[in-house]
Structure formats: structure tokens, C-alpha cells
């Protein structure tokens, strides 16, 4: 027996010992393979999936130029250096700053302070200053100056103990989050309590007590709107207020001599404090959020080495909640809505009840009523509404107008203005804005079909040269005629001229135009009881008279094309889906008509068809004929270049495309546009540029852009400087080429509808006119680098609330004159070519699947032809062939909705020829744009994929073999362990045993 168990013994050790030397190593590396392939597969998958973000940020590309021309060089950088290119556009972002930041009050000439002055900063944010927004807008501020650092750089003298205590010190623990990504909520203000400031660091006061500048920050960015219910973010919060409370106390000591108040916020603060001025405040200055360089124009500002010269985009108040879109700013509920009834995006809508009266509009044309003593305008108290007017902004010195002279140019349909501008003061030199505004006559006519007409509009501006004391300019300012028009939804459902008296006006802000006019009218404080709140200059107002109500002249656009209703869907009043109905505010009965609540509108059947994700249904389009796929005409991109849309020689490039490069190049399309071999066509890399070019949020490091960060849009815009702007936009257009992009995703245009809007520092202006006008200068100097840009987002995305689905129903002369007005000049004057869609729906209908909105207005009456792409494609009722049938052409699309789409209608030839008019759009845009560098007459284009995705797929392909030869090396070493002596001997030892 115990023979055998020795037997036994030693023959299972040479079992296992052969077994591990035959098959082991090789089942241990199946095993591995199997492991390390079934993981890596599905990363590869993802990977692949989501390509587009992998390459933008780790690097890569999807194609290569073969035999590159090195002379085909048609867009080029205007520096000799990235370092220069960088200097320039620090050195512009100040200039910005230096002629938009607004001096908004400035008692007993508190400013300029002191050469030298020692001075204390205030407040947690005067430590992290908000340079700009967040989410896809987000700038890398990483290199700019500080406040102190700025301050020290004119000359003053900082308190280090309370810059201490507020960067690392008590005080630090209160500091404001860092941005960056997409919100999902409001920030919150975060001011350190007065209670932990220390008796040093308030007895160091004394000795910087020249001034106290108090910094009031506020962010906002893209996802979230800013607080407003259960909370006001724009107004001073109880640490603010009891901080505020103790400088003024520290002022009445002689601690401090001077309390400046710096608003470094592109979201209008409420200034409720500044009123009764509670806090013996000396000096405001809104500097909006101040980009890579503009902390310096403001410190020299400050020192007087600057004049400011900006004029205020917004109307600042001391009630913010006084505006009419406020009331109805909340996203509602459709009444009627179940789960699975309709998407859970579609179930919530706004209506913008206020009509046209945004921002001034409203503020300055119920003022005029008051006074007149017309339209029920109430017992209205505009000063306890308004602080401070759109338009308005100081300066260090005086300005005066005169001498004012109008022609009528017929042959442009513009009025000429001249009039000179006289520094009269004695000090300073500076510039000075001088700002036109129109007003057309509210008739019987426009109140009984529902015009409504602002009691003035800004429709032009210009601005002077740096002029000494006692200097002066004549300054000539051209208005287009077209822009007085004003749009008749419900009559002649086109734009009009009433017959009456127009009056134009130049004026230093939109509450002085005002007066101008009601001055112009006979009107004075006097005469209206004190009702009329300033002598106006009737010298500085210009009268004509049109005869009768001209419906035709403007009808047609400046192309040509008619212009008539395309809207009425999104007018509750005028769509067919519903009987709700709404009453807009109107001018002629202010108090009865002033929105109170949101009107709630209930589904109806047709509502919620409308509001299912896809809306396309082959039966209601005629049969077409299939276009022509993959012929060989022997055609490159490149022979495109140059020329016009509509050239026949396009159609025959077409031919060539196969229907899967059509899906590529309109569906995959995330931040870039792919190659199409079969023309030769190279892609593109695209990225986001609202306050510049930016790749902040979906770049790495590695992947980072080399470019300037300019100061938000409204800080721009306040400049009223449009040679500022073309000078921007040849920046960025500069920095797009360098970084290699020929596509981006900016400016933004939409309209700051309410002061609590996350994205406005996005966007211009409260003012349609206003935002147009700089962004067309912008947009052409981004285009004369060859950089094709999509303004965003088209249109109304004027709130980060339930954006993703969010229906808003409005009128169409509130369309027109408001929301879309911000695009049509960037078109129609500006070289613009393209659009990103909004999110937005249009009552029930998407945006981008808004037929009358894409094509109608964009394409046909605007004369849009270049690529008009979609936001983020993150939910499935931005589709494919919604956007195609109406007007989009391509698909900034992360998740692979649309090229998993668009396959199914293969053989539907309405699609297809949907998708090759796409593809005809993306082309030309491409073709003609920096995209298209070295693309010579003998190039080709190699298709690639980003190197880290070909390195995981040699990873993966090698573990896949790794597998197989384990698999089978398994398999046969097994075999050969079985049939060797050891195997058998052993089995044959156990066998025999268990006999």
C-alpha cells in the first residue's frame, strides 16, 4: 500500500510537471487574450463611435494631403510669428476693454484717481475675476494679469494684507468655484462674511485707504441660466451688502476717501444699490468679463491713462425683475402632458409675451407714453425702473453736439447724417460714441393689426478719434432706410412703412433720444408736469413725412427675393394646431396688456404630432427621381474653387459622391468635417470662438489652441467701434489658420432677452440692430482669412432653462426685429455664410427643421448658401432628415444618431437629393475657405484615421491573434500531453487502482 502511494506520487508530479510544461503557458495566454481582447474591442468600439472627440483631444486627423502644393496657398496669416500674433492680440483685447469698459457714475470726478495711489481691493472676487464664461465658450485665462497686478503696473499701491487675506488667508474659503465645463446650475455668489475679517486686516485699510475698489462678480455660462426665483443672483447678496456697509463706514471715519465699484459681470447687475447710493459709492465702472488682457485697461482707466469711452448694451436697473420677459422667463408645462405622450424634451414651452418691447424698447417707448399721457401707460415711474439707459456711458471729459444735417441718399436708400462732436471739456482727450436712433409713427393702422413700434431704435452709430479739449469732428453716419421698416405679421405679413412723421434723432443713449424727440414734439418737463424727466434737443432731431403706407418697397429682400410670413407656427395667435390664443403687449394699452403669468396652452392632437422627434413622412412629397452616386467625371474639390453656388460644373461633382461619403460628410461631423476621397475633398477641424477661438472644453493639454481671449461679446459690442471689430475678427481669423481651423463655431448672436440669461457673455446686445451691426464686421474679418464661420445659435436659445427641446412661441415682427435681426446683417452685409441651429423649438417645430427659419428667411430672402450646421447632436428630434428637408446641411453630431439614421433611407430619393443639396452646401463652403490650403491641382487626399485609434487597433488585433494562436497551440499541446508517458502512465496508474 505504501508502495503505491509513492507510486502514485511520483507519477502525478511528472503529470503536472508536463502539463505545466506543455499546456499551461499556453492556457494561461488564452485565457489573457480572451481578457484583454473581450475589454479592448468594445474600447475600440466606443473609441471609434466617438472618434471625432478622441482626435480633438489627443491629437490626430482623418486624412492626408498626397503630393501637397506648397504654392496653393490661398488664405495666409497676416504675422510673421506666433509670438507676434499673440502680442497683437493681448495687445487688441486691452484696446477692447480700454473703449468698451462703461463709466457708469463718476461724483465729484472720483476718477481718475491719483498718480500713486494706495489703494485696498474688496471683495473675494477682487482676487479671481471672471475673464469669462463657461462651457463651450470657456477661455483658458490661465497668463492673465490679476487686479493687483494690473494696479501695480500704472503705479498704485496694493494693501498685501487684504489681498492676503482674500487669496490665502479667511477669506480664501468663500472663493468662487472655478468654470469651465457645462453647468448644471446657477453659481452662487460667494463673498466671505464680514465677521472673519480680522482687526489686522481691517486696520490696514488706513494706510491703502486712497481708495477702495470693490469688485462685484458675477458668472454665468452655458447650461444654466442665472438665479432668479428663490434667489437674485445679480443682486448684492447679505455678505455684499454688510461689506458695502462697512467700507461706507469706513469712509465717514476718513479711513477711505473714495469707494469705486467695479461690475465685472457680462449679465446686467441689479443696481438697486446705487439708487439712494446707501453706500456713499463714489464711482462704477462696468468692465463685463475682461478676457486675456483687459484687467490692464482697466487699471488705466483707472489711472487716467485711459478715457473710457463705452456705451452700456443693456439697460441697467435697480429692478431687474421691472422687465416684461420676466414674467414669462420660467419654462411651462403643456397642460395635458402625460409620460410617452410626448418626449419628456417637448413637454415645456415660454412665450415671449412682450412682443418687440426687450430691454429699452420697452423701458423708453412706456416712458414716452407716460409723458405724452398715451396708451394707459399708468402712473409709470421710469426712474424706479431704469439706472442707467442703453447706450449710456461717461466719460473724463465733456462732449458736445451740433451742427446736425440730414440727406436722403435715393440711390442707397439711406439717410446721411453729419454732425460735429466738440471735446468742450479741459483736461482730457477722449472719444466720444454718437449713437442714431429712429421713430416711426404708432398709427391706427399699426393698432389694428398689431404693429408695434418702439418709441425709438437704435439704426445707427459711429465714433470719433481720439479728440483733445476744445477739438472737434464732423462725423458722418449712414442709415439704411430698410432698417426703419417695421414687420406687419398680421396684415400685409411683410415689412412696411406707416404713412406719418418719422423722426431721427443723434443721442448719447437711448433715454436722451427720447427726449430729443419729445422735444422735437413740443414736449418739456415744464409742460408735461415733470413727467418728461430732461430737456430734450429738438436741434438734434431730423422730421420727414411719408405720405401713405407703403407696403411694397420692402417686401423683397436685398436679393430680390419676397418676403412674407414664414413664422406664423410659432405665432400661437396665427397657428392652425390650436385655439389658444395670447395677447401680446402693446403699446396702445400698457397696463391692461402687461404680461402677469405665463398663459397656460394645453396639447392638442396636432401638437402632439408635431412634438414627436421625427416629423419627416415620405407621402406628403411628390416622387423624385434618384440622383447620380459614384460616377467618374473626373472632378476635384479643387476645381470648385472660386466658383459661383449655382454653377452647373457643381452638379457633375456630385455625381461622384457615393451615398456613405454623403452620410460621412453631413452626420459625422463633431468639430470636424470628413474627407471625401471620391472628389478629393480634404476635411476640416472646427472649433468654438465666441470670445475667441477655443477649445477649452473638449481639449487636453496636448490639444490646446493658440489664440487670443478676448473679452465677452457685450464688452465688445459696447465699444461701438465696428474697426475694433474687424480687427478682432481678423485675430481670431489669424489664430484659425495657425491652429489649423477652418470652421468655427461663433460668434454668438443671440439676444440678451433678460438680464439672468446663462449665456450672455455669448452674445452682444439686448439690441437686434446693435448686435448685428458689430458682429457683421467681426464675421467678415474672420472670413477674409478663409475661416468659414456658423454663427450661434440659430435662434432663441435666449436661456439655458430646458434648452434642450424647449418650444417658444413668439410673434414674427418680434422675430424679425429682435432674435433674427442679430444674424441677418452678418449675412446680408458681412460675408456670413452659415449658421449653427438652436435647440429651440419654434412653437412645436425644431429649430433646424423650421423650413420657413432655414430656408425661407436664411437661405432664400438672406442669401445663406454656405454650411448651416447643428448644435450638439445629444437627442434624437435633432435629426437627420428633419434638418435636411428643411434647410441643415450637417450635423455637429458627438453620438452617432445621424449616420445611423440616414442609411435607412437609402433608396428614398427625397432624402438622397436632400442629402446631396447638403453636400452641395458643405462643399462650396469648404472650398472656398482656409480648409482648401494646400490642395493644388494635383492633390490627393489619403483617408487616415487619429494615430492613437490605429495603435489601440494593432493592440487589439495583435491580443485577437494572440487569442487564436493560443487558442490553437492550447489545443495541440493538450493533444500532445495527452499521447505523452507521463499522461498515459499516470492514467493508466489511476485506472488500474480503482480496480
Same mark, same amino acid.
Given at each position: 500500500?505504501?508502495?503505491?502511494?509513492?507510486?502514485?506520487?511520483?507519477?502525478?508530479?511528472?503529470?503536472?510537471?508536463?502539463?505545466? $510544461?506543455?499546456?499551461?503557458?499556453?492556457?494561461?495566454?488564452?485565457?489573457?487574450?480572451?481578457?484583454?481582447?473581450?475589454?479592448?474591442?468594445?474600447?475600440?468600439?466606443?473609441?471609434?463611435?466617438?472618434?471625432?472627440?478622441?482626435?480633438?483631444?489627443?491629437?490626430?486627423?482623418?486624412?492626408?494631403?498626397?503630393?501637397?502644393?506648397?504654392?496653393?496657398?490661398?488664405?495666409?496669416?497676416?504675422? /510673421?510669428?506666433?509670438?507676434?500674433?499673440?502680442?497683437?492680440?493681448?495687445?487688441?483685447?486691452?484696446?477692447?476693454?480700454?473703449?468698451? /469698459?462703461?463709466?457708469?457714475?463718476?461724483?465729484?470726478?472720483?476718477?481718475?484717481?491719483?498718480?500713486?495711489?494706495?489703494?485696498?481691493?474688496?471683495?473675494?472676487?477682487?482676487?479671481?475675476?471672471?475673464?469669462?464664461?463657461?462651457?463651450?465658450?470657456?477661455?483658458?485665462?490661465?497668463?492673465? @494679469?490679476?487686479? $493687483?497686478?494690473?494696479?501695480?503696473?500704472?503705479?498704485?499701491?496694493?494693501?498685501?494684507?487684504?489681498?492676503?487675506?482674500?487669496?490665502?488667508?479667511?477669506?480664501?474659503?468663500?472663493?468662487?468655484?472655478?468654470?469651465?465645463?457645462?453647468?448644471?446650475?446657477? =453659481?452662487?455668489?460667494?463673498?466671505?462674511?464680514?465677521?472673519?475679517?480680522?482687526?489686522?486686516?481691517?486696520?490696514?485699510?488706513?494706510?491703502?485707504?486712497?481708495?477702495?475698489? &470693490?469688485?462685484?462678480?458675477?458668472?454665468?455660462?452655458?447650461?444654466?441660466?442665472?438665479?432668479?426665483?428663490?434667489?437674485?443672483?445679480?443682486?448684492?447678496?447679505?455678505?455684499?451688502?454688510?461689506?458695502?456697509?462697512?467700507?461706507?463706514?469706513?469712509?465717514?471715519?476718513?479711513? &477711505?476717501?473714495?469707494?469705486?465699484?467695479?461690475?465685472?459681470?457680462?449679465?446686467?447687475?441689479?443696481?438697486?444699490?446705487?439708487?439712494?447710493?446707501?453706500?456713499? &459709492?463714489?464711482?462704477?465702472?462696468?468692465?463685463?468679463?475682461?478676457?486675456?488682457?483687459?484687467?490692464?485697461?482697466?487699471?488705466?482707466?483707472?489711472?487716467?491713462?485711459?478715457?473710457?469711452?463705452?456705451?452700456?448694451?443693456?439697460?441697467?436697473?435697480?429692478?431687474?425683475?421691472?422687465?416684461?420677459?420676466?414674467?414669462?422667463?420660467?419654462?411651462?408645462?403643456?397642460?395635458?402632458?402625460?409620460?410617452?405622450?410626448?418626449?419628456?424634451?417637448?413637454?415645456?414651452?415660454?412665450?415671449?409675451?412682450?412682443?418687440?418691447?426687450?430691454?429699452?424698447?420697452?423701458?423708453?417707448?412706456?416712458?414716452? @407714453?407716460?409723458?405724452?399721457?398715451?396708451?394707459?401707460?399708468?402712473?409709470?415711474?421710469?426712474?424706479?425702473?431704469?439706472?442707467?439707459?442703453?447706450?449710456?456711458?461717461?466719460?473724463?471729459?465733456?462732449?458736445?453736439?451740433?451742427?446736425?444735417?440730414?440727406?436722403?441718399?435715393? =440711390?442707397?436708400?439711406?439717410?446721411?447724417?453729419? &454732425?460735429?462732436?466738440?471735446?468742450?471739456?479741459?483736461?482730457?482727450?477722449?472719444?466720444?460714441?454718437?449713437?442714431?436712433?429712429?421713430?416711426?409713427?404708432?398709427?391706427?393702422?399699426?393698432?389694428?393689426?398689431?404693429?408695434?413700434?418702439?418709441?425709438?431704435?437704435?439704426?445707427?452709430?459711429?465714433?470719433?478719434?481720439?479728440?483733445?479739449?476744445?477739438?472737434?469732428?464732423?462725423?458722418?453716419? $449712414?442709415?439704411?432706410?430698410?432698417?426703419?421698416?417695421?414687420?406687419?405679421?398680421?396684415?400685409?405679413?411683410?415689412?412696411?412703412?406707416?404713412?406719418?412723421?418719422?423722426?431721427?434723432?443723434?443721442?448719447?443713449?437711448?433715454?436722451?433720444?427720447?427726449?430729443?424727440?419729445? /422735444?422735437?414734439?413740443?414736449?418739456?418737463?415744464?409742460?408735461?408736469?415733470?413727467?418728461?424727466?430732461?430737456?430734450?434737443?429738438?436741434?438734434?432731431?431730423?422730421?420727414?413725412?411719408?405720405?401713405?403706407?407703403?407696403?411694397?418697397?420692402?417686401?423683397?429682400?436685398?436679393?430680390?427675393?419676397?418676403?412674407?410670413?414664414?413664422?406664423?407656427?410659432?405665432?400661437?395667435?396665427?397657428?392652425?394646431?390650436?385655439?389658444?390664443?395670447?395677447?401680446?403687449?402693446?403699446?396702445?394699452?400698457?397696463?391692461?396688456?402687461?404680461?402677469?403669468?405665463?398663459?397656460?396652452?394645453?396639447?392638442?392632437?396636432?401638437?402632439?404630432?408635431?412634438?414627436?422627434?421625427?416629423?419627416?413622412?415620405?407621402?406628403?412629397?411628390?416622387?423624385?427621381?434618384?440622383?447620380?452616386?459614384?460616377?467618374?467625371?473626373?472632378?476635384?474639390?479643387?476645381?470648385?474653387?472660386?466658383?459661383e453656388f449655382d454653377d452647373p460644373k457643381w452638379q457633375d461633382l456630385l455625381d461622384q459622391m457615393t451615398f456613405d461619403e454623403m452620410v460621412s460628410l453631413i452626420g459625422d461631423a463633431f468639430h470636424w468635417t470628413m474627407p471625401v476621397k471620391s472628389i478629393e475633398a480634404p476635411g476640416t477641424r472646427d472649433e468654438n470662438g465666441p470670445q475667441g477661438l477655443t477649445a477649452s472644453l473638449i481639449a487636453s493639454d496636448a490639444t490646446q489652441l493658440d489664440a487670443t481671449a478676448f473679452t465677452s461679446e457685450d464688452v465688445m459690442a459696447a465699444t461701438f467701434n465696428v474697426d475694433l471689430m474687424s480687427e478682432i475678427g481678423r485675430v481670431i481669423g489669424n489664430n484659425c489658420l495657425e491652429a489649423g481651423i477652418a470652421c468655427l463655431y461663433g460668434p454668438g448672436n443671440n439676444i440678451h432677452r433678460t438680464p439672468y440669461g446663462g449665456r450672455n457673455f455669448e452674445y452682444y446686445s439686448e439690441d437686434g440692430f446693435l448686435s448685428g451691426e458689430m458682429s457683421a464686421y467681426e464675421v467678415a474679418g474672420i472670413q477674409s482669412k478663409g475661416v468659414h464661420v456658423v454663427m450661434k445659435h440659430f435662434a432663441l436659445n435666449d436661456s439655458e432653462q430646458d434648452r434642450i427641446g424647449l418650444g417658444v412661441w413668439l410673434n414674427e415682427?418680434?422675430?424679425?426685429?429682435?432674435?433674427?435681426?442679430?444674424?441677418?446683417?452678418?449675412?446680408?452685409?458681412?460675408?456670413?455664410?452659415?449658421?449653427?441651429?438652436?435647440?429651440?423649438?419654434?412653437?412645436?417645430?425644431?429649430?433646424?427643421?423650421?423650413?420657413?427659419?432655414?430656408?425661407?428667411?436664411?437661405?432664400?430672402?438672406?442669401?445663406?448658401?454656405?454650411?448651416?450646421?447643428?448644435?450638439?447632436?445629444?437627442?434624437?428630434?435633432?435629426?437627420?432628415?428633419?434638418?435636411?428637408?428643411?434647410?441643415?446641411?450637417?450635423?455637429?453630431?458627438?453620438?452617432?444618431?445621424?449616420?445611423?439614421?440616414?442609411?435607412?433611407?437609402?433608396?428614398?430619393?427625397?432624402?438622397?437629393?436632400?442629402? $446631396?443639396?447638403?453636400?452641395?452646401?458643405?462643399?462650396?463652403?469648404?472650398?472656398?475657405?482656409?480648409?482648401?490650403?494646400?490642395?493644388?491641382?494635383?492633390?490627393?487626399?489619403?483617408?487616415?484615421?487619429?494615430?492613437?485609434?490605429?495603435?489601440?487597433?494593432?493592440?487589439?488585433?495583435?491580443?485577437?491573434?494572440?487569442?487564436?494562436?493560443?487558442?490553437?497551440?492550447?489545443?495541440?499541446?493538450?493533444?500532445?500531453?495527452?499521447?505523452?508517458?507521463?499522461?498515459?502512465?499516470?492514467?493508466?496508474?489511476?485506472?488500474?487502482?480503482?480496480?
Open positions: 500500500m505504501e508502495e503505491n502511494k509513492q507510486r502514485k506520487k511520483e507519477l502525478k508530479k511528472a503529470y503536472k510537471r508536463q502539463k505545466r $510544461r506543455l499546456v499551461t503557458p499556453w492556457k494561461v495566454l488564452t485565457i489573457f487574450s480572451l481578457i484583454i481582447t473581450i475589454l479592448l474591442w468594445p474600447l475600440f468600439g466606443v473609441l471609434k463611435t466617438f472618434d471625432n472627440t478622441v482626435a480633438a483631444f489627443v491629437g490626430g486627423t482623418f486624412w492626408e494631403l498626397e503630393n501637397e502644393d506648397p504654392n496653393a496657398i490661398y488664405f495666409e496669416g497676416d504675422f /510673421a510669428s506666433i509670438e507676434e500674433m499673440n502680442a497683437y492680440g493681448m495687445e487688441l483685447c486691452e484696446t477692447v476693454e480700454g473703449e468698451g /469698459a462703461a463709466l457708469l457714475m463718476n461724483e465729484n470726478d472720483a476718477l481718475p484717481l491719483a498718480k500713486g495711489a494706495a489703494v485696498s481691493c474688496f471683495s473675494t472676487s477682487s482676487v479671481n475675476l471672471v475673464y469669462g464664461g463657461t462651457g463651450s465658450g470657456n477661455i483658458d485665462a490661465s497668463k492673465a @494679469d490679476n487686479l $493687483r497686478t494690473a494696479l501695480e503696473k500704472v503705479g498704485f499701491a496694493v494693501n498685501d494684507t487684504l489681498w492676503s487675506f482674500y487669496s490665502e488667508g479667511p477669506a480664501a474659503e468663500y472663493a468662487r468655484a472655478a468654470g469651465g465645463m457645462v453647468s448644471l446650475a446657477s =453659481a452662487t455668489v460667494a463673498e466671505a462674511p464680514w465677521s472673519v475679517y480680522t482687526d489686522e486686516v481691517k486696520n490696514s485699510v488706513a494706510e491703502y485707504g486712497d481708495a477702495a475698489i &470693490v469688485v462685484l462678480s458675477r458668472v454665468g455660462g452655458e447650461g444654466a441660466d442665472l438665479t432668479y426665483e428663490g434667489g437674485n443672483y445679480l443682486a448684492l447678496d447679505e455678505n455684499e451688502k454688510e461689506m458695502m456697509e462697512n467700507l461706507a463706514a469706513m469712509k465717514e471715519a476718513g479711513t &477711505v476717501s473714495k469707494i469705486i465699484v467695479l461690475i465685472n459681470s457680462a449679465n446686467a447687475l441689479q443696481v438697486d444699490f446705487l439708487k439712494d447710493n446707501i453706500y456713499d &459709492v463714489d464711482a462704477c465702472l462696468w468692465i463685463g468679463d475682461v478676457g486675456i488682457s483687459g484687467i490692464n485697461a482697466v487699471a488705466k482707466i483707472l489711472a487716467g491713462e485711459i478715457n473710457p469711452s463705452g456705451s452700456l448694451v443693456d439697460t441697467y436697473c435697480f429692478d431687474n425683475y421691472s422687465a416684461p420677459a420676466m414674467k414669462n422667463f420660467t419654462p411651462i408645462q403643456y397642460e395635458g402632458y402625460t409620460e410617452g405622450l410626448i418626449p419628456a424634451n417637448a413637454s415645456t414651452y415660454m412665450i415671449y409675451q412682450e412682443g418687440i418691447y426687450v430691454g429699452y424698447k420697452y423701458y423708453e417707448t412706456r416712458y414716452e @407714453d407716460y409723458v405724452m399721457g398715451t396708451g394707459n401707460a399708468g402712473d409709470y415711474a421710469y426712474s424706479d425702473d431704469v439706472a442707467f439707459p442703453f447706450g449710456y456711458g461717461l466719460s473724463y471729459t465733456d462732449f458736445a453736439y451740433s451742427d446736425l444735417a440730414v440727406e436722403y441718399d435715393a =440711390a442707397a436708400d439711406q439717410f446721411v447724417l453729419s &454732425v460735429k462732436v466738440t471735446n468742450t471739456g479741459d483736461s482730457y482727450t477722449g472719444k466720444e460714441t454718437v449713437q442714431v436712433y429712429v421713430q416711426s409713427p404708432y398709427t391706427d393702422y399699426d393698432r389694428e393689426n398689431g404693429v408695434e413700434k418702439a418709441s425709438v431704435a437704435l439704426c445707427g452709430f459711429g465714433k470719433t478719434e481720439l479728440l483733445a479739449p476744445g477739438a472737434s469732428e464732423v462725423l458722418t453716419i $449712414r442709415v439704411d432706410k430698410r432698417d426703419i421698416a417695421s414687420y406687419d405679421a398680421y396684415g400685409a405679413g411683410t415689412y412696411i412703412l406707416d404713412a406719418g412723421d418719422y423722426y431721427l434723432t443723434v443721442a448719447t443713449d437711448a433715454h436722451n433720444a427720447v427726449n430729443n424727440i419729445l /422735444a422735437a414734439k413740443g414736449y418739456t418737463a415744464e409742460t408735461t408736469n415733470g413727467r418728461m424727466d430732461a430737456e430734450g434737443s429738438a436741434a438734434l432731431t431730423y422730421t420727414w413725412n411719408e405720405a401713405e403706407l407703403d407696403t411694397a418697397t420692402y417686401a423683397t429682400s436685398a436679393n430680390g427675393t419676397p418676403i412674407e410670413n414664414q413664422l406664423s407656427d410659432a405665432d400661437i395667435n396665427l397657428y392652425e394646431g390650436s385655439d389658444a390664443s395670447v395677447t401680446y403687449l402693446t403699446r396702445s394699452d400698457w397696463t391692461g396688456t402687461f404680461p402677469q403669468q405665463s398663459v397656460q396652452l394645453a396639447l392638442t392632437d396636432t401638437m402632439v404630432a408635431q412634438l414627436q422627434d421625427v416629423q419627416y413622412d415620405p407621402a406628403n412629397y411628390e416622387a423624385q427621381t434618384m440622383p447620380a452616386l459614384g460616377k467618374d467625371n473626373g472632378l476635384k474639390l479643387y476645381d470648385m474653387i472660386g466658383l415682427q418680434a422675430a424679425r426685429e429682435i432674435y433674427l435681426k442679430a444674424f441677418q446683417a452678418p449675412i446680408e452685409e458681412g460675408n456670413g455664410n452659415g449658421v449653427m441651429t438652436a435647440y429651440t423649438r419654434w412653437g412645436c417645430i425644431w429649430s433646424g427643421g423650421n423650413k420657413g427659419l432655414m430656408t425661407g428667411i436664411l437661405r432664400d430672402e438672406w442669401g445663406c448658401q454656405g454650411m448651416n450646421i447643428t448644435d450638439n447632436v445629444l437627442t434624437s428630434y435633432v435629426n437627420g432628415v428633419d434638418g435636411l428637408m428643411a434647410g441643415v446641411s450637417i450635423y455637429d453630431a458627438m453620438l452617432p444618431l445621424v449616420t445611423n439614421q440616414l442609411p435607412q433611407y437609402e433608396n428614398d430619393a427625397v432624402i438622397v437629393n436632400a442629402m $446631396r443639396e447638403a453636400c452641395h452646401h458643405n462643399l462650396y463652403a469648404i472650398a472656398n475657405s482656409c480648409g482648401m490650403n494646400g490642395v493644388g491641382a494635383n492633390t490627393t487626399v489619403k483617408l487616415t484615421q487619429p494615430l492613437v485609434l490605429t495603435i489601440l487597433l494593432i493592440i487589439v488585433c495583435a491580443f485577437s491573434v494572440l487569442l487564436l494562436v493560443g487558442i490553437v497551440l492550447w489545443i495541440l499541446r493538450a493533444r500532445r500531453f495527452r499521447a505523452c508517458s507521463e499522461f498515459t502512465a499516470y492514467r493508466a496508474f489511476k485506472k488500474q487502482n480503482r480496480r
